[in-house]
């Protein structure tokens, strides 16, 4: 896994004695560690880099940022060697540091903190940072180590946003969020809050949105903290009855008690617990059917909801054992007008029929009579749906 950390850097304080440039401060980390800096970022890349290398740093500022205080993420041994280049950095910033000056002290950085950029911004271009990370992230599992202390105020907001978006096509797996809380100060040390609950909502959020377009929730339970059911899911794919494994994760999620857990729980709840109570085959298919349908996932829906009508259709011809039946299809052909007494019953079977076989085997020519569009198909749907609940009824 990659480690990315990106950091805004502003022109920090102005004070009777300091006229630009931020004000040196001891940040203190949980762990109780202290360092003591101006620019927040060269104390998290110190606090972070001491643990665990630091593949990226990136760095976003305007041309008047403060680029001359990341020298503090240097040990004070090494700083020597930059103290020339850094003041001639120092200089610049006051009208507006050029990019060929502000690519030279990324270089000399670079020597001591592999992986840093120093990125020019304009702060009102605002799909520059989505742009950017699309762009410059590797493609390979990552974890974004997110610094929001300084630049402008917005910033920090559009940055996260940007990562909420990039995460559809990076695999960011795991994100924390720092922020130097200054005007907390006590002592002389300003707290460093870890924000770890974003970090949880980022993943919950992942997990939920993977749920809510696909249906796949083994994610989601982890995040619940529901672990090792990730064979669950693969059962209830291949129509099996994992009552058992069912009942546990309903209930487990029935425990759920944070607000923001527990209405995704509920979420599960009420789409787990069909497959958990209905007890036929053909009804937990119809209501998988539903669910799908649900998803905008049709050919699958579709599919379902057939083999359940084929299921139920042989049921009512009097076959108790399905297994026995060496092609179900070609026997509900020979039954179905027996099933389906009525000419609106067989002619939704025959439509649904041809509809599903055309669409697994690419024929839709031979659909365009019957589907034209969504509408159509939304519409064939929910007449089988009719049709299933109508035998279904007269089969008990």
Known sequence: MKNILISLIGKGRTSENILKGYVKTKYRFRTGEIFETGFFGSALWKYVSHKEKIDHWYIFGTTKSSWSEIIYALEESKRNNFYHLSYEVYEAESTGI??????????????????????????????????????????????????????????????????????????????KIYYGALEMSENNEAPVLEIDHINELFQISTAFELYRNSGYFSELL?????????????????????????????????????????????????????????????????????????????????????????????????????????????KVKEVYIKVLPEDWMREIFDNLERVRNSSVHGNIRETQPIIRNFEDFNDLFKESLKLFYHIRKTLN
């Not at 693969?234 to 209930?251: A, S, T």
């Open 98 to 175: 050029a990019e060929n000056l502000l690519k030279t002290w990324e270089d000399a950085l670079s020597s001591e903190i592999p992986g840093i950029k120093l990125i020019l911004i304009d702060p009102f271009n605002y799909e520059f940072f989505s742009e950017f990370l699309l762009k410059n992230l590797p493609d390979e599992d990552l974890k974004i180590i997110l610094d929001i202390t300084h630049g402008y105020r917005y910033l920090p907001l559009i940055l996260s946003f940007s990562l909420m978006y990039v995460k559809n096509f990076k695999s960011i797996k795991e994100l």
């Open 222 to 330: 982890k995040n619940l903290g529901i672990h090792g059911k990730e064979n669950l899911y693969f059962m209830i794919e291949m129509n099996l009855r994992p009552r058992k494994e069912l009942k546990e994760v309903i209930e487990s999620l029935k425990k759920v008690e944070k607000e923001y857990k527990k209405i995704c729980a509920e979420s599960l709840i009420k789409d787990l617990t069909p497959l958990y109570s209905e007890e036929y085959l053909e009804d937990r298919m119809t209501k998988r059917a539903e669910f799908f349908f649900e998803k905008k996932q049709y050919l699958k829906s579709l599919i379902l909801l057939y083999e359940a009508l084929t299921i139920i259709i042989l049921k009512k011809a009097g076959y108790g054992d399905l297994t026995k039946i060496e092609n179900r299809r070609q």
